[in-house]
């Protein structure tokens, strides 16, 4: 039996690290490319292959062994640092993004693309449940680069025959992330402080790290020309106020957390999933946010390692 392979791009991320880890366990041969040299122990323990370091452009693609599956989890991951760095954050996410699918069209025609973009696409959305039709209004340039990619999977079946499929993931946490409001929250509240910026009701879709790599594999049977877009999300809202107090909570954490009133530019106020298709996908989240929270509590209270 032929062996397969799978690419991950950015698999030293987290995302990336968490995708690595189940494709290997599904019995791929799973190769790694991005930012960042690490050594072979620990990259081999996910279950990698082979680690390129290096961008994501054709010439770094071509040298890989040849694909049935790209997992495309490079690109930008954060709001603020495309407002600061906005031509940095258009290279990641939409640059890298064409390039693979050029890589696609010219080496690995046989090869589907799944592609882990942002509900912050949608924008703001006051009331109920957005689903994959619903407008998009995109209010940064990290949600319009992630757009920008979208559309370029779009455009490459349409006219190449390119397979692929979009996830739109609403706000992914778990072990291991050492960034936005869960990490931010945890190293703020073990240092005495409880002041947070926002105004704690803004409402965000919290899916779990595994429930959505599990996701992403689901996908990879409906990679088509038509490049179908699925919301990955719980189809839960929680305040922000309502997760850091949970937080806090499992960290034994005894002050009043408060909140400046003042909200960041570029974030959406209310985002919450309708994820229908996903579920008739045969997919379903497992682990609520609150039982993610004390996990997420414990491994940063262990060390974070």
């Not at 291991?176 to 409001?181: A, C, T």
Request: glycine share 12%.
């Amino acid at each position: 039996m032929a062996e397969r392979i799978a690419l991950v791009t950015g698999a030293r991320g987290f995302l990336g690290r968490h995708v690595a880890r189940l494709l290997s366990d599904q019995g791929y041969a799973v190769h790694g490319l991005g930012h960042g040299d690490w050594p072979p122990e620990e990259w081999g323990r996910l279950g990698l292959a082979s680690w390129t370091a290096g961008e994501v452009n054709l010439e770094s693609l071509v040298g890989q062994p040849q694909p049935e599956l790209i997992i495309h989890c490079a690109g930008g991951a954060s709001v603020a640092s495309s407002v600061e760095q906005p031509l940095r954050d258009y290279r990641r996410s939409v640059e890298s993004t064409v390039a693979v699918l050029e890589y696609v069209r010219l080496r690995a025609p046989h090869a589907a693309v799944l592609l882990p973009s942002s509900g912050s696409v949608y924008g703001s959305h006051e009331s109920g449940a957005v689903a994959e039709n619903a407008a998009l209004s995109p209010q940064s340039p990290y949600a319009v680069h992630k757009l920008l990619a979208e559309q370029r999977c779009a455009e490459y079946g349409k006219s190449f025959g390119v397979r692929s499929a979009v996830l739109r993931f609403f706000s992914v946490y778990g072990s291991g992330l050492r960034k936005q409001l869960l990490w931010e929250a945890c190293n703020r509240l073990s240092r005495g402080e409880a002041s947070f910026s926002g105004t704690g009701g803004e409402t965000r879709d919290w899916l779990h790290v595994e429930d959505a790599v599990g996701l992403i594999l689901k996908a990879a049977g409906h990679a088509s020309r038509s490049s179908p877009i699925v919301n990955g999300g719980c189809g839960v809202g929680a305040t922000v106020r309502e997760v850091v107090t949970e937080l806090a909570r499992a960290l034994g954490f005894a002050g009043q957390v408060t909140f400046t009133q003042k909200q960041r530019p570029g974030d959406p106020f209310r985002i919450v999933a309708d994820n229908r298709l996903a579920l008739s996908w045969g997919w379903a989240p497992r682990i609520p946010w609150r039982a993610g929270v004390h996990e997420y509590a414990a491994w940063f209270a262990g060390g974070g390692q």
